[in-house]
DNA sequence: TCGTTATTTAAGAAATTAACGAAATACGCA
DNA sequence: TGCGTATTTCGTTAATTTCTTAAATAACGA
């Protein structure tokens, strides 16, 4: 949990985060899409990686690296049960996820 | 939400969102409950209203601090929604919401 | 007004973070 | 084996964060 909220305090990884939402990409083509060096995304990449919301995978030269969902609702949903007594809208996004057979809630 | 996410990274501040989850507590109250001087605490507190999770309110001696829910919430939601393809269902509940003239979505 | 309490501001030290370029490592291909 | 590409590690530097103590501000009550 700290892991996961220290991560997300970054726009760079939170931009990474969103670029992996629709589709895996290695990490050159992340770094090509952040005005930043390579060496500063790698970090960025590891960053994520410690705190569970990306999973990489090493296939011939490239490193694909994808995003890993249930950490990222779990941890945010489950946070905000835990501070909003009205946190409802993360809490119905749990409810139709658990109908639909999805990832379960930790709350 | 820049603001939002470097205010929820750190331990301390996630903890004082979670004293004001149930009752408004002034300055004092809060910095009784973390063992840290008052001005950190004071410190933390303006980065949380700066954020726009908490509100303050001076009532004679004391100031008083309670959690602004609505912030909170849809700043992670919209994010969920933003990072997260299997979020998307609930985007529906959300115009749903915003026509009820609940609380808005930023999505 | 004076003394006490509550809170914030100021100043500064210690630790952490984030970036870069250079070098190292790993892979693919010939 | 050797070259070129992809990625990470290393070493360094600048900026930021977080804490502490001391001082300032504001309000209460005698």
């Known amino acids: 949990m700290q892991r996961v909220f220290e991560a997300l305090a970054s726009s760079a990884r939170r931009r990474i985060l969103a ?3 629709h589709t895996e990409l290695n990490a050159g083509e992340i770094a090509a899409r952040l005005a930043m060096s390579k060496p500063a995304v790698s970090q960025h990449l590891s960053i ?8 990489s995978e090493k296939r011939g030269q490239y490193v694909f690296y994808r995003q890993v969902q249930e950490n990222l609702v779990n941890t945010l949903n489950g946070f905000v049960q835990e501070v909003c007594p009205i ?8 409810a139709a996820r658990a109908a639909r057979g999805g990832p379960d809630d930790p709350g």
């Open 48 to 55: 994520l990686e410690a705190a569970g919301l990306v999973a």
């Open 19 to 21: 670029y992996l939402a």
């Open 87 to 94: 946190g409802r809208p993360l809490r119905r996004e749990s």
